[in-house]
Antibody, heavy 122, light 110 residues
Framework: QVQLVESGGGVVQPGRSLRLSCAAS????????MIWARQAPGKGLEWVTI????????YYTDSVKGRFTVSRDNSKNTLYLQMNSLRADDTAVYYC???????????????WGRGTMVIVSS | QSVLTQPPSVSAAPGQKVTISCSGS????????VSWYQQLPGTAPRLLIY???KRPSGIPDRFSGSKSGTSATLGITGLQTGDEADYYC???????????FGGGTKLTVL
């Protein structure tokens, strides 16, 4: 079954850390770039980060630069998001998704996980 | 404020047609392909349109996409109550070196 399953969300205090995982199955994970996107309660979709299929490059949205780190283990078919120095405005459902398309100009995101909720609160 | 501008909401009656606009600039829509996503209440986003106007397998031909200059449009014909959802456009922004999404449009089928 082709799917992505996120895990690792929960309630965390401001300033603490959390690591999210995204487990891939049913397709050749190592062939795909991946993104993390998030959605704060009642808000729109926000892109967080992208990682190349071989982890050779990553980009981040400005608000998480220096705090979040994306990585992947292609031997385990798993994507990660290490989130440090968490803030209240990081509260959101976090989704992972596959990247398809020949180059950034043609990227699109065709397989999404169901998401994992992160709540940053004291 | 989103880099891509969408109307917050649109509405139409069952069976009618609706269009959702997505306005950007030369650094995003003007030079990169646009994709569209549907998010039904309480669910994850789903790819509706890619490469401006292509539909993935399983997406009905009631859904269409187009692009002109720095704007893109999603069209939905034969509206059904099951189409009530939030719709997002997305693309790459070459200046920001970032994926950008529109703010989302809530479709109500009256």
């Amino acid at each position: 079954q082709v799917q992505l399953v996120e895990s690792g969300g929960g309630v965390v205090q401001p300033g603490r850390s959390l690591r999210l995982s995204c487990a891939a199955s049913g397709f050749t994970f190592r062939n795909y770039g991946m993104i993390w996107a998030r959605q704060a309660p009642g808000k729109g979709l926000e892109w967080v980060t992208i990682i190349w299929y071989d982890a050779s490059n990553q980009y981040y949205t400005d608000s998480v630069k220096g705090r979040f780190t994306v990585s992947r283990d292609n031997s385990k078919n798993t994507l990660y998001l290490q989130m440090n120095s968490l803030r209240a405005d990081d509260t959101a459902v976090y989704y992972c998704a596959t990247v398809t398309g020949a180059g950034a100009a043609r990227w699109y995101f065709d397989l999404w996980g169901r998401g994992t909720m992160v709540i940053v609160s004291s | 404020q989103s880099v891509l501008t969408q109307p917050p909401s649109v509405s139409a009656a069952p069976g009618q047609k609706v269009t959702i606009s997505c306005s950007g600039s030369s650094s995003n829509i003007g030079n990169n392909d646009v994709s569209w996503y549907q998010q039904l209440p309480g669910t994850a986003p789903r790819l509706l349109i890619y490469d401006n106007d292509k539909r993935p397998s399983g997406i009905p031909d009631r859904f269409s996409g187009s692009k002109s200059g720095t704007s893109a449009t999603l069209g939905i014909t034969g509206l059904q109550t099951g189409d009530e959802a939030d719709y997002y456009c997305g693309t790459w922004d070459s200046s920001l070196t970032a994926v950008v999404f529109g703010g989302g449009t809530k479709l109500t089928v009256l």
